[in-house]
């Protein structure tokens, strides 16, 4: 009985950190996200909740700045402007 304990005493926490590093390797290597941010060519600029289900968005695309209305059941494009030139 008490070898039984102690392989139950060595075995659960070496379970346990598998376990912990497995999902810790799973969330690392998820595609797009595989170590580290890949440059995409869509960037979210700014979202305001508008209402319950709804929100009005910015998105940067193709040196255009879109605004987007975002809702439960569909996206519609509301205006387009150019990029505005950066201050650097």
């Known amino acids: 009985m008490t070898s039984y304990i102690l392989k139950l005493l060595i075995l659960i926490p070496l379970v346990c950190g598998m376990a912990y590093g497995a999902l810790w390797l799973w969330r690392k ?3 797009g996200m595989a170590f580290g ?4 060519r869509i960037k979210m600029l700014d979202a305001v909740p508008m209402g319950a289900t709804g929100r009005l968005a910015v998105v940067e695309f193709a040196d255009k700045q879109l605004l987007l209305a975002i809702s439960r059941g569909k996206i519609e494009l509301i205006s387009e402007a ?4 950066s201050h650097d």
């Open 82 to 85: 150019p990029l505005a030139p």
């Open 37 to 40: 941010q890949r440059d995409r």
């Open 29 to 31: 290597a998820q595609p």
